[in-house]
């Protein structure tokens, strides 16, 4: 039996541009807040339905944003979901090639 080698190409760290996905970028980002919703979701130990309640959206709604199907849940949206988990928010601007001068908004936790 030949075995037919298959070439390896180094990914360029983002899957989604890697596998051709128009806004790539938007994709990664939204994947990534979507582990950590995930990760609070399962530290906390809240079903899916404690969790829809939290965030005000139903279980169904946490089902398939954790299962992937995230394009069209905006990154705002994500970013108060995690907010509404307890999480804190920075966001850092910075002008390429110059990371001393970074302006940071900071958000908190929404309180209920």
């Known amino acids: 039996?030949?075995?037919?080698?298959?070439?390896?190409?180094?990914?360029?760290?983002?899957?989604?541009?890697?596998l051709g996905f128009p806004d790539a970028a938007s994709h990664l980002l939204k994947a990534w807040l979507i582990v950590r919703i995930q990760d609070a979701i399962d530290q906390r130990g809240y079903s899916q339905a404690e969790a829809g309640r939290i965030m005000g959206i139903s279980q169904p709604d946490v089902s398939r944003m954790l299962r992937g199907h995230f394009r069209d849940v905006s990154v705002e949206r994500l970013?108060?979901?995690?907010?509404?988990?307890g999480y804190e928010i920075d966001i850092v601007l910075r002008e390429t090639g110059n990371p001393e001068n970074g302006q940071t908004i900071h958000l908190q936790p929404q309180t209920a």
């Not at 039996?1 to 890697?18: C, H, K, L, W, Y």
């Not at 970013?79 to 509404?84: G, I, K, S, T, V």
């Open 1 to 18: 039996m030949t075995t037919e080698q298959t070439p390896i190409r180094r990914g360029s760290g983002n899957v989604f541009a890697d």
């Open 79 to 85: 970013m108060r979901f995690l907010q509404a988990l």
